[in-house]
Every structure is written in C-alpha cells, then in structure tokens.
C-alpha cells in the first residue's frame, strides 16, 4: 500500500484552524459568564429591593405607632383634654351630687346643702393636679384639702342658718360625715389603674423618644439607599411607593378592625363617667391612627403618579 500524499501546508492550515477555535472558545467563555452573572445580579436585584420597600413599610408602620403613641399616651395634655370637657365633668359632678345626697340624707342633713356644695366644688382643679402629678414622676393621691376645708365652711354656714348647737357628739358626727364625704370625693376623682399606667409612662418616656428618633433616621437611611443606588427615577419612585403603601395599610387596619368591632364600648365600669372616660380616650386614641394613615396614603399615592410619569418617559427613549 501506498502512504497518503499529505503536503505540509494543508497540515499547516489545519493547526492553525483548531489554534483560532480553541482561541475564539477561550474567549466566548468569559463572555458567556458575565452574561450569566449579569443576569444573576439583574434578577437578584428586584428581590434586594423589594425587602428593602418591605423593611421601609414595617418601619414607618412603628414610626406611625410611636408617634400616635407619644401624642396620646405619652401626653398628659391628652388625657387632660378628657377630663376638662364639659361632658365629663358634668357626669363626675352629677355622680358626685348623687352619692353626697345620700350620705347627707343619712347624716341629718337636708339634700339641697349637697347641691349647693356640689356645685361650688373645682372639679376640673383637683383633677388637672391629680393627673399632671404622675406625669412627672409625683405618685399622689387626690389632693382633698381644698374639699375638706369647702365642706367645714359650708358645714359651719348650715349649722349657722339652722340654729344647731355644737356639742362634742355634733362636733364627732361632723367630723365622721367629712371623712365619708372625703372618700365618696376621692373615689370619683380617681382613675384606676392610672396610677399604674402613668408610672410606667413616666419611666419609660425617654427611652421611647430615642426609640421613635432611631426609627425615623432608620426610615430616612433606607429611603436614601433605594434614592442614590437607582439609576432609573421610574423604580426609585416605584419601591418608595411600596414602602408608603405597605406603611399605610398596615397602620390602617389596626385602628379600623378595633372600631368596626365596637370592643371599645363592651367594658363594664361602675361608674359611668369611667365608662366614657375610658370609651372616649380609647376612641381618640385609635382615630389618632388616621392622621399617619393618611399622610402615608398620600405619599404613596405621589410616588406612584410619578413612577408612573417617569416610566411612560423612559418607555418613549
């Protein structure tokens, strides 16, 4: 057999054919793994910024609580604004009258010297006093010598009027009938459990305001991070929009399930000025939740209009 006639350049052309595809293949392989890394990090990013939008809504849903919270709990002047409407001090004056009467009418006395009493009490002092005092650390009673000294003096002008003489068995029934009114007064005056409440409140207030400052720069800190690290002002304004909206329905739905419900009015109290004592700063205090409710409602609603203004923009490029 004869051997193949294989001349030198044909084998010369066919290394340099394998050399230029082992090279072209040497180089596609970087290409093709950037390609694929781009698209990792394209597809990792959404998912990044959609935990930072989820993250920015849990924060201003706390920085919405804190802040209701340190309007309402937190503020004296709020449970004050209460306590001094002219409802509320006209049932405490009304059970007042009512229980006066009938310690009067059982110590001899006639029922119109408890309404002539009554009337003349400063009710809203003694309660503005009783309440400023835990807000700032003082855990008072109800301060009842402004009462104890009314009720003497009147005591002393009915005695007067009525001709009564004052022995020592009048002097001790007196004094008996004093201490009995002292207690019915500071009975009605008294919240309970505000005591308690008021303390806590007290002790924990600064701690509270650092709380609710950490979250506003945390909130404040997560939007700048979804502003600068977005080229495109379309998604800057679309993952702003999912954290205000995520805030808003998440503030919303506590307030609104807890007064659809009605559970702030199936409470029992003794008595009835407790009652809408209780009722009406309850109530205040879940419709506080509506004012960063809204204020979240119509930041989302601006960032979705311009997400929506700037995307239709980037489409037309």
């Known amino acids: 057999m004869s051997e193949p006639n294989i001349s030198q350049e044909s084998v010369t052309e066919q290394t340099s054919a394998a050399t230029s595809e082992l090279a072209s293949e040497a180089e596609t392989e970087p290409e093709q793994e950037a390609v694929h890394t781009h698209r990792r990090k394209s597809r990792l990013k959404p998912v990044l910024y959609f935990g930072l939008s989820f993250f920015l809504a849990f924060t201003l849903f706390l920085l919405s609580v804190c802040t209701v919270l340190f309007f309402t709990v937190f503020s004296k002047d709020y449970i004050l604004g209460i306590v001094r409407s002219d409802k509320y001090q006209n049932m405490v004056r009304s059970e007042l009258k009512s229980c006066m009467e009938d310690l009067v009418d059982a110590s001899g006395f006639e029922k119109a010297f408890a309404d002539r009493f009554v ?77 308690t409440m008021a303390n806590y409140v007290y002790k924990l207030k600064t701690a509270f305001i650092i ?70 700063y309850f109530n205040g205090l879940f419709y506080s939740f509506y004012i960063p409710a809204g204020i979240l409602f119509l930041s989302s609603l601006c960032f979705f209009l311009q997400y929506l203004k700037h995307y239709r923009r980037a489409r037309n490029r």
């Open 119 to 195: 009337d003349e009490l400063d009710i809203e002092k003694d309660l503005t006093k009783y309440i400023s005092s835990y807000y700032i650390g003082d855990n008072t009673l109800v301060d009842t010598t402004a009462f104890k000294q009314n009720l003497y003096s009147a005591i002393d002008v009915y005695v007067k009027e009525k001709n009564i003489g004052v022995t020592q068995e009048t002097k001790k029934n007196i004094a008996y009938f004093v201490n009995e009114a002292t207690k019915i007064y500071v009975t009605q005056i008294s919240i309970p459990f505000f005591s």
């Open 211 to 280: 709380t609710t400052a950490s979250l506003a720069v945390f909130a404040i800190i997560m939007i700048c991070i979804i502003w600068f690290t977005n080229r495109y002002k379309h998604r800057r304004f679309r993952y702003l929009f999912y954290g205000a909206a995520g805030g808003f329905l998440a503030v919303v739905i506590l307030p609104t399930v807890v007064l659809m419900s009605g559970k702030t009015r199936k409470v029992n109290f003794l008595s009835r000025s407790l009652y809408n004592l209780f009722v009406d």
